[in-house]
């Protein structure tokens, strides 16, 4: 079941402004019923500001009214565009702690897979071109501390993903070869 947005302030906002039980909360919430009671308590939900999740469109006021009404109705999630989150599969965060292991990575894959453009090799480790460029011709401010590590055990990409990425560069590759002959 899809949980709302900021599921303890939502909860907050719930306990605040309606009668509905700590279960039906705590269900609609993804929360667990003692959690909702300490927030109810004030044990737990200090710093927490209330989202309402009417305004949001997530619940509806006959949403509520009906599950006040019953003790044993469920909240449903309304289905809207806010509610659904798109991540896009491009984006690539990469942890502080994991930062400095990019140029090792650029190194590996520049000596173990030639054929990869640096595009790929962006979208794979998160990097970019001119990092790319700077590691290729020698020039990076850190070349001498270099060494080639794989970056699937370094944790910057998945071996799927790496495999994947080098079979199409070498499909590329074998078409142009072809194309030239």
Not at 124 to 129: A, Q
Not at 131 to 143: G, L, P, Q, Y
Request: net charge neutral.
């Amino acid at each position: 079941m899809p949980l709302p947005l900021m599921p303890k302030a939502t909860a907050v906002w719930l306990i605040d402004n309606t009668s509905l039980t700590f279960e039906q909360i705590a269900d609609f919430c993804g929360l667990h019923s003692l959690e909702i009671q300490a927030m109810a308590d004030g044990d737990v939900s200090g710093s927490i500001v209330g989202l309402d999740p009417i305004m949001n469109g997530q619940l509806t006021k006959e949403e509520i009214s009906r599950c006040e009404a019953d003790k044993e109705a469920r909240l449903v999630l309304l289905e809207n565009e806010a509610s659904v989150t798109i991540r896009n599969k491009n984006a690539k965060y990469t942890p502080v702690s994991r930062r400095g292991d990019r140029p090792d990575a650029i190194m590996w894959l520049i000596r173990n897979h030639p054929e990869l453009s640096d595009t790929q090799i962006c979208k794979l480790i998160g990097t970019t071109k001119p990092s790319i460029n700077a590691i290729r011709d020698k020039t990076h401010k850190n070349i001498v501390n270099i060494k080639p590590r794989n970056p699937v055990t370094l944790g910057l990409c998945r071996e799927a993903d790496l495999e994947k990425a080098v079979i199409i560069a070498r499909g590329r590759s074998s078409l142009t070869n072809t194309e030239n002959k």
